[in-house]
């Protein structure tokens, strides 16, 4: 392996963190969005890592299983953001929670 595998764990680790930090911080459901897709990937980097310094094909196969997860995740997760700006007109993760509350004025 040209790669040693502690620095396939740390960028797999600064990967994570940057998209916890674009999840949590962003005000944008997109953005949010994207951090979760961002933390995906960097799971499945540590697995293709994994796969590679034990020479195993389980760690790649996870990674198929992965990108389907996150393909599904972004279509229905897209269809919802598209639904909830049809209903309220904005991206705010607040104007979201304030559709589905069940109080009535």
Not at 10 to 32: K, W, Y
Not at 75 to 86: D, E, K
């Amino acid at each position: 392996m040209i790669v040693p595998y502690s620095h396939i764990l740390l960028l797999s680790a600064l990967l994570f963190v940057l998209g916890m930090l674009c999840a949590v911080t962003r005000r944008n459901l997109i953005m949010v969005l994207l951090g979760l897709e961002i933390m995906l990937n960097a799971g499945a980097v540590a697995f293709v890592g994994a796969a590679l310094r034990w020479q195993q094909i389980e760690g790649q196969t996870m990674v198929i299983f992965i990108l389907a997860v996150a393909a599904a995740e972004v279509s229905i997760g897209l269809a919802l953001i598209v639904f909830a700006y049809r209903r309220t007109g904005s991206l705010d993760p607040q104007s979201i929670k304030d559709l589905f509350s069940t109080e009535r004025p």
